[in-house]
Every structure is written in structure tokens, then in C-alpha cells.
């Protein structure tokens, strides 16, 4: 490895010949620098302040030179030493570029492959319906609510005017939490089995006008066949205020099915009963398929029932410390997958839930 050599004398070509060397000997070096710490080695060891080969330079050359070549070393030893920087900072940049383009190359992308495909999910044909049905009422002005699917019995029931041991109960084939025999029956979980305590969540939340609407899963033992599963989905809708008639709830669903089926479809209302609504009523919409004529999918009776609906039966009210000499309202609940099986055609509810890519696919 270089060291500086001691000058034998101070001829001009002596000087030239020993400033020759130590360039070549530093162009050698900065090639020989692999890498950055390699080259921050050599660097050191060049332009160290302290004893680094240029300031070797200053002490072994220039002080000793007699006083008459003082001027002439002094002006060669600084062109020298500026020399020697410069390659230095050349050679660092030139690996500092190299080091770079190194970094980009490993970097580029090659925008001539293909791409990845990522196919696009599409909504499940239940949460379509639901979602189309929300749209409808939020444009009526009803806001969304949402409430536990794990329930007590007294938002399932006591509070919808379904009294303990009352018969009302079993037409709901209901699905307990077990180990509750301690609890007070208002206070029993069980899984709701429909979406209807939301209504009562809801009154309890807000002040009077009321218009909300809750879907939601509801859950019943019930086994799974084409017209049933244990668990479903339900969409309530309420509807509080003063002067609220049966005309209004004929008007709001009759509204509501025409969006979802189209305004050739005819509601039929007929006299049913729920505990929570009085009147209470059974809705049916004329066969979308056939128009009323009387097909598979209707049965040949030209009509299809929906859902069930009536008056809030003013006990409710009761319930919620709701002014039921001042207030009236409606209320209604229908199934989701109902609704779907209608709108599509489809004619087993169990291909909702199978997860058969061949049934799904139909809806993308
Ligand atoms: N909760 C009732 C059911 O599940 C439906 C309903 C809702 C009826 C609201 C009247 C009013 O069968």
C-alpha cells in the first residue's frame, strides 16, 4: 500500500515525479473500495485530518524543503492536495451514483406484465333487498335503527305486550339462552325472534315523532326447509306521531312495495292479530310473476303475503311512558329472504345461506 516517500531532493522533477505516483496510487485505491465502507476507509485514510496521507504531505515535504524551494513546494504540495480531493469527492460520487442505480434497477416494475385480477365481490342478494328496502324508507324520512340480537324477555316480549305464559308466545318457537333459571323471566336472554323489541328500544331513545326503521337477524327453532330457517332476517318499521291513521300505514307499504316490485302490484290488507298491534293485519302484494292470474310461484291464488303490520296497540305505549291518549302509530315487520325469494324467483330459502357459488353468480 501507498506511504508517503521522503523527497530526495527538491527538483521540479522530482516534485512532479512523486505527485505523479501519489495520484496513481490514489486512483489504484478509490478502485480497489468495493463497497461504502470500504470507500469510507480509503477516504480516511486519505483526507484525515490528522495524519491522513494529504497532511502527511505537509510534513514530510513542504517543512523540510530549504527556505529557497519553500514557494515553489508550498504551491505545489496545495495544487497537489486540491488535486487529490477532487478525484476523491469525483470517486465518491461516481459510487454514491452507482449505488443508486443499483437501487432503481432492483426497483422497476415492468409494466408490460399482466396485471392481477381481483374479482369484485358483489352484495348478497338478502342484503340487496334489505338495503333497497332501507333506501325506500330512508326517503321517507325514517331513520335506521339497530338493536342486540341477544335479547331479554321482556324487549321480546313483556314489553310487547306479550304477557308471561300468554299463548301469543308460542306462534314464535323461541330459542333460549340456557342456565337463566335464576334470573326474573323479564330478565332472560334468549335469542329475539324478531325485530319487533327494537320498536321498544327505540321509543325508549327518542321523544315522539318516531319513524324508524330496524333491520336486522332474528332467530327461531325452527328446522330448515324451503320456506324455513333458524335464523333470518327481518325488517320492522314504526312509525309514531300525532294523528297517524291506518291510512298511513296503507299509504307507506303500499308505496314500499311499489318501489321494490313495481306499480302494477295491488296490496290486499286482511284482519290478523299480534299482541303489540290493534288493529293488526296480514298484507299481501298480487303475484309479481303472473300478475294475479295464478302461477307456481303464488300457488295459483294470484296473491303472495308479505308481512304483517297494524296500529300500535296502545298498551305499548304504556310500556315506554308514551302518551297513548295523545299519540297513535304504526308498525310493521316482514322477512327479508321472503321478499328475495320473491323479487328473484328463487324457491328453496335454503340457497341463501349455502354459499353455492353457482346460485350467487347469478347475482354479480
Ligand atoms: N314481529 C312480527 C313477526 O315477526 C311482525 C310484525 C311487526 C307485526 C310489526 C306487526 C307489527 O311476525
Redesign the pocket.
Known sequence: MYSVPKLEDYSPASLDKAAAELLSALEAESQAAADAKAFEEFRNRWMARKNGILSQINDMWLKPAPGPSKRDVGQRVNALKTAAEERINAAQSRAAGSANDAKLKAETVDISLPGILRPLGVKHPVLRVLDELIDVFVKMGYSVAEGPEVETDYYNFEALNFPPNHPARDT?DTLFISGQEKRAQRDRLLLR????PV?IRSMERLKPPVRVICPGK?FRNDAPDATHSPMFH?I?GLCVDTNITFGDLKGTLEHAMHSLFGSSVKTSFRPSF?P??EP?VEVSISCPFCGGKGCRPCKQSGWIEL????MVDPNVFGFVNYDAQKLSGF???MGVERLAMMKYDVDDIQQFFYGDMRFLEQFA
Open positions: 314464535q325472534t324478531h325485530t319487533s320498536q332474528v327481518q320492522e299480534f303489540f298491534t293488526s308481512l304483517g303490520a297494524g308498525a310493521f315487520g
